[in-house]
């Protein structure tokens, strides 16, 4: 099978989720802003909780570029709520259940931990520009200064 994984300007892939809190994002709802996708493998976790709250801390200067930020993995709304409270995190997230939308974007993979295949989400980070084309991409992100570099990216895209 042909990997379909979507690459730097290609259209990227229209989804509705619900979030945290509430409510649903829809990114077509979201044209004309910058959008920053990250999808990471589970809440709670030491990596994921890393990068949640570094984008949760620099939300404001993602903001500031005109970018808004989701988090998405596939974990209930019900868990996202608990790991906001927990953590005190900012930044939305949004549940991929099903994982079509992983699997859209390419980021449901195989993993090998340990000598153990598995299926899971390879943390990767997508910027999407104004008029919904991929502008960034980053897969098998290492998180130590990965937060800074999706938001660089962002303001040399904001111009």
């Known amino acids: 099978m042909p ?3 979507p690459v730097l300007s290609d259209t ?4 509705t989720l619900p979030r945290d809190g509430g409510g649903e994002v829809s990114l077509s709802g979201l044209r004309g802003s910058l959008v920053v996708l990250y999808f990471y493998p589970r809440d709670d976790t030491p990596g994921c909780t890393k990068e ?3 984008f949760s801390e620099q939300l404001q200067a993602f903001a500031d570029a005109g970018a808004q930020v989701f988090g998405i993995s596939r974990d209930t709304v019900a868990k996202h709520d608990k790991f906001v409270a927990k953590h005190g995190l900012t930044v939305p997230l949004l549940s991929d259940e099903d994982g079509k939308v992983c699997e859209a ?3 449901w993979v195989e993993k090998n ?11 990767s980070t997508f910027v999407i520009d104004t008029e ?3 502008a960034g ?5 290492k998180v130590p200064g990965h937060v800074e570099a999706v938001l660089d990216t962002v303001k040399e895209l904001a111009g």
């Open 113 to 123: 931990m340990y000598g153990r295949k598995s299926m899971g989400i390879e943390r």
């Open 52 to 54: 949640s709250i570094g």
């Open 12 to 15: 990227a892939p229209d989804f």
């Open 132 to 134: 919904g084309k991929i």
């Open 3 to 5: 990997d379909q994984s």
């Open 105 to 107: 974007y390419g980021v």
């Open 137 to 141: 991409l980053w897969r098998k992100v």
